[in-house]
Nanobody, 124 residues
Framework: QVQLVESGGGLVQTGDSLRLSCAAS????????MGWFRQAPGKEREFVAA????????HYADSVKGRFTISRSNAMNTVYLRMNSLKPEDTAVYYC?????????????????WGQGTRVTVSS
């Protein structure tokens, strides 16, 4: 049973940096792809970044490209989202997701496993 637990969210100011973590367990993640999504109040869940676990291939939403970096640690079985130059528009609950496929996917419906979310608030 795959379980994902996010952590690292908090209240920061515009321009600050934050690193989110997603601790993964219960799967052989060399055959998985991992994604980060976010959901702001009153809005739909939005793709942020994804990584193919085995190859490290990544993809980013245009809104975060150049500011956010997704990575993973095999030793820690953890996926990270490093967020730099944060803006108020980045305020949302951030979710980690996983699917057993070796391909990048941007659709929330394609992911089978989800964490509980961690809240990021960026004040102006």
């Amino acid at each position: 049973q795959v379980q994902l637990v996010e952590s690292g969210g908090g209240l920061v100011q515009t321009g600050d940096s934050l690193r989110l973590s997603c601790a993964a367990s219960g799967g052989t993640f060399s055959t998985y792809s991992m994604g980060w999504f976010r959901q702001a109040p009153g809005k739909e869940r939005e793709f942020v970044a994804a990584i193919i676990w085995s190859f490290g291939s990544t993809h980013y939403a245009d809104s975060v490209k150049g500011r956010f970096t997704i990575s993973r640690s095999n030793a820690m079985n953890t996926v990270y989202l490093r967020m730099n130059s944060l803006k108020p528009e980045d305020t949302a609950v951030y979710y980690c997701a996983a699917v057993r496929r070796v391909a990048i996917t941007l659709r929330p419906d394609d992911y089978d496993y989800w964490g509980q979310g961690t809240r990021v608030t960026v004040s102006s």
